[in-house]
């Protein structure tokens, strides 16, 4: 049996994460993962996404050079050659994290593990079963696709989003099951590349979790780019076509047959709990994942889990941050997650991102609310870029101004959502965003102006 101070179970972002801040802590670390370095958002989640996303963001703004006084030839979709850039663009962070661990003096022992005993973790490798024991245990195993229960959910041609991302060729036709942050990504990416989509939500709009005013400016953006939307509508069963694959759908306007060449499921994930031992080890969880406090701990001293695997808001940003809770509380150091500043982003075109209460959630909880919206057509920078479409909508309480939620629809969303994610941690007020003086020309200064327009004085919207 070998020690060590703290054995974390998988290479994710909370599981690195949270090896590397018990190493800067002083701990002797070992980390146990099974697949791949990295995790689901590193090798086929988050990263390889945004990478095919960037090159179909350069195919977008080539075959509109003319606008900016730009001749340049018709471009073409290389699908083969953007694959190659997406897995370059993977093994270089994969590499990064690898030295990382490294230089920090983590070990890292590639096998299955599982909890064994107290304080004891068994891993299946390739030299065989290898028991560890270590006062501290940190599971991070993350989660994996859900499987619908739709008949033909198991055809040739139906995908998860790993098999997306793993297509060796551009499908004529994709149908997307999920109007979700994954759904939407994959049929921004698609159809920007000239496949022909078709989006399917059983919820009432697209990004259902989203502020109200974001699903159905996505909604728009898509029809826009020559998608099919279908909301409040259920996918009833899968079949084998002539060359494509037939979907039933049901909705508001009775049964609708799809046609597509591939369809992709992308309706959520579970979190990977099976095999770890944790009904023997007395860890607590159900269905929703491992159960956990503000401190990361599960219900057995000495065990914490982060991540996907506790369920709640599975986004590596809420992973990597839970990582190092884990590490600092489970080393003695006071640390909490606080859930009322996790910005959430949809990278579609355009982008999306929110923080905070949305504005029905606002409402629902009793505050009585004020909000301001403006739009990127009056922006500058924006006009000046050519990326007019969406807008920016902040959200407060009216009594004293306190920010309560940010929500973007537009280029850099991601980037620009940090604002409100600060200040909702620092909470802050309509007053000090208005007296924040922001850069010009810049797309930020739609931020003071939603702030400003929530006051009822905003500068560069015309008076109603």
Same mark, same amino acid.
């Given at each position: 049996?070998?020690?060590?101070?703290?054995?974390?179970?998988?290479?994710?972002?909370?599981?690195?994460?949270?090896?590397?801040?018990?190493?800067?802590?002083?701990?002797?670390?070992?980390?146990?993962?099974?697949?791949?370095?990295?995790?689901?958002?590193?090798?086929?989640?988050?990263?390889?996404?945004?990478?095919?996303?960037?090159?179909?963001?350069?195919?977008?703004?080539?075959?509109?050079?003319?606008?900016?006084?730009?001749?340049?030839?018709?471009?073409?979709?290389?699908?083969?050659?953007?694959?190659?850039?997406?897995?370059?663009?993977?093994?270089?962070?994969?590499?990064?994290?690898?030295?990382?661990?490294?230089?920090?003096?983590?070990?890292?022992?590639?096998?299955?593990?599982?909890?064994?005993?107290?304080?004891?973790?068994?891993?299946?490798?390739?030299?065989?079963?290898?028991?560890?024991?270590?006062?501290?245990?940190?599971?991070?195993?993350?989660?994996?696709?859900?499987?619908?229960?739709?008949?033909?959910?198991?055809?040739?041609? =139906?995908?998860? @989003? /790993?098999?997306?991302? $793993?297509? &060796? +060729?551009?499908?004529?036709? *994709?149908?997307?099951?999920?109007? %979700?942050?994954?759904?939407?990504?994959?049929?921004?990416?698609?159809?920007?590349?000239?496949?022909?989509?078709?989006?399917?939500?059983?919820?009432?709009?697209?990004?259902?979790?989203?502020?109200?005013?974001?699903?159905?400016?996505?909604?728009?953006?898509?029809?826009?780019?020559?998608?099919? =939307?279908?909301? @409040? /509508?259920?996918?009833? $069963?899968? &079949? +084998?076509?002539?060359?494509? *694959?037939?979907?039933?759908?049901? %909705?508001?306007?009775?049964?609708?047959?799809?046609?597509?060449?591939?369809?992709?499921?992308?309706?959520?994930?579970?979190?990977?709990?099976?095999?770890?031992?944790?009904?023997?080890?007395?860890?607590?969880?159900?269905?929703?994942?491992?159960?956990?406090?503000?401190?990361?701990?599960?219900? =057995?001293?000495?065990?914490?889990?982060?991540?996907?695997?506790?369920?709640?808001?599975?986004?590596?940003?809420?992973?990597?941050?839970?990582?190092?809770?884990?590490?600092?509380?489970?080393?003695?150091?006071?640390?909490?997650?606080?859930?009322?500043?996790?910005?959430?982003?949809?990278?579609?075109?355009?982008?999306?991102?929110?923080?905070?209460?949305?504005?029905?959630?606002?409402?629902?909880?009793?505050?009585?609310?004020? =909000?301001?919206?403006?739009?990127?057509?009056?922006?500058?920078?924006?006009?000046?870029?050519?990326?007019?479409?969406?807008?920016?909508?902040?959200?407060?309480?009216?009594?004293?101004?306190?920010?309560?939620?940010?929500?973007?629809?537009?280029?850099?969303?991601?980037?620009?959502?940090?604002?409100?994610?600060?200040?909702?941690?620092?909470?802050?007020?309509?007053?000090?965003?208005?007296?924040?003086?922001?850069?010009?020309?810049?797309?930020?200064?739609?931020?003071?102006?939603?702030?400003?327009?929530?006051?009822?004085?905003?500068?560069?919207?015309?008076?109603?």
């Amino acid at each position: 049996m070998m020690p060590t101070d703290l054995i974390v179970i998988g290479g994710g972002p909370g599981g690195y994460i949270t090896a590397l801040r018990a190493a800067q802590l002083g701990a002797h670390v070992t980390l146990v993962e099974a697949e791949y370095l990295g995790g689901v958002c590193l090798n086929v989640g988050c990263i390889p996404t945004k990478a095919l996303l960037a090159s179909a963001e350069v195919y977008h703004v080539v075959s509109r050079s003319a606008e900016f006084g730009v001749r340049a030839a018709k471009p073409e979709a290389d699908w083969p050659a953007m694959q190659a850039r997406k897995a370059d663009v993977v093994a270089k962070l994969v590499g990064g994290v690898r030295m990382l661990l490294g230089r920090a003096g983590v070990d890292v022992v590639e096998g299955h593990a599982h909890l064994s005993g107290p304080g004891t973790v068994a891993v299946d490798g390739a030299g065989g079963m290898q028991t560890w024991a270590a006062p501290r245990i940190v599971i991070a195993t993350g989660s994996s696709p859900l499987t619908l229960p739709i008949a033909g959910g198991d055809l040739p041609g =139906v995908l998860d @989003s /790993t098999g997306a991302l $793993a297509l &060796e +060729a551009l499908p004529a036709s *994709l149908l997307v099951v999920g109007g %979700g942050a994954v759904g939407l990504e994959f049929a921004t990416l698609f159809a920007t590349l000239g496949s022909q989509v078709t989006v399917v939500e059983m919820l009432p709009r697209l990004a259902p979790l989203a502020d109200a005013d974001v699903g159905d400016t996505l909604r728009t953006a898509l029809l826009l780019q020559g998608a099919k =939307v279908h909301v @409040s /509508t259920k996918i009833t $069963a899968i &079949e +084998a076509g002539r060359g494509a *694959l037939r979907a039933r759908l049901q %909705g508001p306007q009775g049964e609708v047959i799809v046609e597509a060449d591939k369809a992709l499921l992308a309706t959520g994930r579970r979190p990977n709990v099976a095999g770890l031992g944790l009904e023997a080890a007395g860890v607590r969880y159900d269905r929703r994942g491992i159960q956990v406090n503000e401190h990361m701990a599960t219900s =057995v001293p000495g065990i914490y889990a982060v991540g996907d695997v506790t369920g709640g808001s599975m986004l590596a940003h809420v992973a990597m941050h839970q990582g190092a809770v884990a590490a600092e509380s489970s080393l003695g150091h006071k640390a909490r997650m606080r859930y009322d500043a996790v910005p959430s982003c949809i990278f579609a075109r355009p982008e999306a991102a929110s923080v905070g209460l949305t504005e029905q959630a606002a409402r629902e909880q009793g505050y009585d609310v004020r =909000v301001g919206r403006f739009p990127f057509n009056g922006n500058g920078k924006a006009i000046a870029q050519g990326e007019v479409d969406g807008f920016i909508k902040v959200v407060a309480e009216a009594r004293y101004g306190a920010l309560l939620g940010l929500h973007i629809v537009g280029a850099h969303a991601s980037d620009l959502v940090l604002e409100g994610a600060l200040g909702l941690t620092l909470e802050m007020t309509l007053d000090e965003l208005a007296a924040t003086i922001h850069p010009h020309p810049s797309l930020g200064e739609a931020l003071a102006e939603a702030g400003l327009a929530a006051l009822g004085r905003p500068l560069h919207l015309p008076k109603s």
